[in-house]
């Protein structure tokens, strides 16, 4: 079976002028009756399966269908051809979507000869009617270029006709009748000829070609349907790369690219219907050296010690029209490539960075990437400093769920270039290497980035303004693309509480839990009685101070993160205040240690000083361990008083006892010694006190005549205690001497100098001798009745009780 000869697929037939092209077709098919040798007609006009358009200058606005099933999917596109619209040829520009007056988000790219195309799918169209705006966004300005008008309505009921119950070429009446239970109703009955409303069979794709001398152009061959071989037709030519969504109507081909391509066709009268698109083919066209510059970024770090500068180089990747095919790798010099002579190369690789090292000094560094086809030419790197003037303002909005508007002031200097630089912001560093791009128009104020832009995530964005000879100190900013409530509130900690105030503090929410920007914390708390009280707290603060708590009271207490999109609670803490402040406390325990303190001093006090102590524990003198009971011989303390008669006597207080003696016993020769005398002391013992209170000091008395002798003599005074009644003295002891001065101030009269006056027992009938006896008897002394000395028995004249 003949096909049809290779045709270029950029050859359209006369726009308009269908009638010459059913003369041209019909020439070209006479004597092939089942395969036509057809040129390929490219409809450069919107129609066919884009439908009604309206255009406007250098924009253009196409539906894949102005008429669809209520609810179904609708697409469209949107292109722009810069050459053909003035101002746009430099700059860069956005395109965007509004169904009425409701943004829709499409996806925009580059096309072949410097046109952007937009491709807009609308998933479920629920209204009856609508337009479709297409917008452009260049250089801060929005205008309306393009719109399309979209209907849609119920299915309507069909039927196709089988071929062979139609006349061909001759009028037929057609109607459609109803049949029910109760009766039958019929349509208006159509007259048409069935080649008017016929749907051909669609055509063949046979094979494609590149065309050598012409490099953006491919001749392909197809094959008409057997049934369609004695028409006069026109078909349509479709093709899109595999990652293309869209599919263009229009030649150039870009080179290294691998395209898809569908044919239909109807009757070239334009009456009938489209018949549905051939299987598809695939075809890739051939490959050149990369053409173009690439876009390059740097940074490089102070020499080292052996002298050597260490840089990191990044670049972007070439579009798809100016990779011209795969590309293999890139390679990095340090010098330009010359005829004949491959300069070094620090770096080939396949990633869009390297890290490498250069002699200190070096200013340049050349870049180039290579396919199949050959190598591109080398882009020169400047490695400049970064000392030229900042931006004067730089702020970002959002330009979607997945992109940011970046816009700023110029400098005042002349700039050749940007370079913007965005990364994540996250609890964990991290870099992205292939987030920044450059804009090569010096004179733009606004960017839209893309690459990496997520949303409910903070970006830190940087701009470097790029002169001639140096590089501007970059000017940061922060963006979200999108922001929500926070993922999660903090929790609340209770750093202090007293009985009015409460501190509390929390740990900030993770960057990437925020969702937004933290516009706010509010601090909620409430009692039992529900009173509930709330404050507002700076986001950079991660502290907050509770006023005015009542004492001892439970409260509950919670902390809500707000961002612009919204709101989150945190959990509840519970705190009770305390009855009194710290420093009360504080006051309370050092009052009672300063009690404490003042109390042991004066123990110790007491105890050192004792005149003081005696007038709060008065000294009483313990009789046992007394001088004078030390002074007496032993064996006078087994002998035992036989007192007739005498009582077991009450406690008697003694205040002092007084003991003098002297050191020996001196024998005067010219006095005799009375046989009674008290024998010699072994030593001598001699004691001397002050008296208390009622008493009086005792000293030694001279005998008479001046003799020296010492006497002896004792004093016993009974008092009474601290406020009990004092009794007058009852017994007094002395011992005589011959002194005529009394030893003690008595009322009774002094002993005479030869007397020794002491008790007399056992004398029934009174006292020899002008001393008389004691005023009371023995018995109502009882520290008395241990004192028995040698000598006793002078004492029988004295009566006993």
Same mark, same amino acid.
């Given at each position: ?41 490219? /409809? ?66 580059? %096309? ?87 749907? &051909? ?48 109507l229009h030649c150039g081909f870009l080179f290294g690219t691998r395209y898809h ?41 102070? =020499? ?158 940087? /701009? ?5 000879? =140096? ?103 519970? &705190? ?114 002050a008296l208390g209170r009622g008493g009086t000091a005792a000293e030694p008395h001279?005998?008479?005549? %001046? ?76 520290? &008395?009745?241990?004192?028995?000395i040698g000598g006793a028995e002078e004492l029988h004249d004295c009566r006993a009780?």
């Open positions: 079976m003949p096909t049809s000869p290779w045709l270029p697929a950029d050859i359209p037939a006369p726009a308009g002028d269908a009638k010459a092209t059913e003369e041209t077709m019909a020439r070209r098919g006479a004597g092939t009756p089942f395969l036509l040798r057809l040129s390929l007609l490219l /409809v450069l006009r919107p129609g066919g399966e884009w439908g009604l358009s309206w255009t406007l200058g250098c924009a253009t606005v196409a539906v894949g269908s102005p008429i669809v099933p209520l609810g179904s999917s609708v697409t469209a596109s949107c292109t722009i051809r810069s050459e053909l619209c003035r101002g746009l040829e430099r700059g860069k520009i956005r395109i965007t979507w509004m169904l009425d007056n409701e943004p829709m988000a499409g996806s925009q790219q580059r %096309g072949p000869s410097g046109m952007e195309v937009s491709n807009l799918t609308l998933p479920q169209f629920n209204r009856t009617q609508a337009k479709l705006w297409c917008w452009l966004e260049w250089n801060g300005t929005k205008q309306r270029v393009g719109m399309a008008e979209i209907r849609a309505g119920c299915d309507r009921s069909r039927c196709t006709v089988p071929r062979r119950l139609l006349q061909l070429y001759r009028q037929m009446e057609i109607w459609v009748s109803a049949t029910n239970a109760l009766g039958t109703a019929e349509s208006e009955h159509l007259y048409i000829d069935p080649m008017d409303v016929a749907k &051909l069979d669609p055509p063949a794709l046979q094979s494609i070609q590149s065309i050598p001398f012409q490099t953006d152009c491919i001749a392909l061959a197809w094959e008409v349907a057997r049934s369609n071989a004695h028409m006069e037709l026109q078909c349509e030519l479709r093709y899109r790369a595999v990652e293309d969504p869209a599919w263009a391509f569908q044919m239909r066709c109807r009757r070239s009268s334009a009456r009938g219907y489209w018949s549905e698109w051939s299987p598809g083919r695939n075809y890739t066209t051939h490959e050149k050296a990369p053409s173009g510059k690439l876009d390059a970024w740097w940074n490089a770090g102070p =020499a080292g010690a052996g002298g050597r500068l260490e840089v990191q180089l990044r670049w972007k990747a070439p579009q798809r029209r100016e990779a011209n095919g795969r590309v293999l790798g890139y390679r990095v010099t340090l010098s330009p490539r010359r005829r004949g002579r491959d300069p070094p190369t620090v770096c080939n690789t396949t990633h869009t960075q390297c890290n490498f090292s250069a002699p200190a000094g070096t200013r340049r560094v050349y870049l180039s990437a290579y396919n199949a086809a050959g190598e591109s030419a080398a882009t020169e790197v400047v490695l400049l400093e970064r000392k030229g003037h900042p931006l004067a303002r730089l702020w970002a909005v959002p330009g979607g769920e997945r992109s940011l508007w970046v816009c700023w002031e110029a400098p005042p200097a002349p700039v050749a270039a940007y370079i913007l630089e965005w990364q994540r912001v996250s609890s964990e560093p991290r870099h992205c290497s292939a987030c920044w791009q450059m804009e090569r128009d010096g004179t733009v104020t606004t960017a839209l980035i893309q690459d990496g832009i997520e949303p409910f995530q903070r970006y830190n964005i940087s /701009v470097y303004p790029l002169y001639k000879d =140096a590089i501007g100190v970059p000017v940061h900013t922060t963006a979200y693309s999108k922001q929500k409530a926070p993922s999660y509130a903090p929790k609340l900690h209770l750093k202090s509480i007293s009985k009015s105030n409460a501190e509390l503090c929390w740990d900030p929410v993770p960057v990437e839990m925020q969702n937004g920007f933290i516009t706010s914390y509010t601090i909620f708390w409430a009692n039992s009685t529900t009173e509930v009280s709330s404050a507002a707290v700076n986001p950079s603060l991660s502290s907050f101070v509770i006023q005015e708590l009542k004492p001892s009271t439970l409260y509950k207490v919670h902390i809500m993160a707000s961002t612009a999109a919204g709101s989150i609670n945190g959990t509840s803490l519970t &705190l009770v205040t305390m009855v009194l402040d710290d420093i009360e406390i504080q006051l309370l325990f050092l009052t009672l240690g300063l009690i404490f303190v003042l109390l042991i001093l004066l123990l110790i006090c007491f105890q050192k000083n004792g005149r003081v102590k005696k007038q709060f524990w008065p000294s009483v003198p313990d009789p046992a361990n007394s001088s004078l009971g030390k002074w007496v011989p032993v064996g006078l303390h087994q002998e035992h008083l036989q007192v007739p008669g005498m009582k077991e006597p009450g406690l008697a207080t003694i205040s002092t006892v007084t003991v003098l003696e002297r050191a020996a016993w001196s024998k005067d020769p010219a006095v005799p010694e009375p046989p009674g005398s008290f024998p010699a002391m072994p030593q001598p013992y001699v004691q001397q006190e001279r005998g008479p005549g %001046g003799s020296g002798e010492s006497v002896q003599y004792a004093r016993v005074v009974g008092m009474g205690y601290k406020g009990q009644q004092q009794l007058p003295p009852r017994l007094h002891l002395r011992s005589g001497s011959g002194s005529s001065q009394p030893l003690l101030p008595e009322p009774s009269p002094s002993p005479q100098p030869y007397q020794n006056l002491w008790f007399h027992w056992a004398a029934p009938h009174g006292c020899p001798g002008d001393g008389g006896c004691p005023e009371e008897p023995p018995a109502t002394f009882p520290l &008395l009745q241990g004192l028995r009780f």
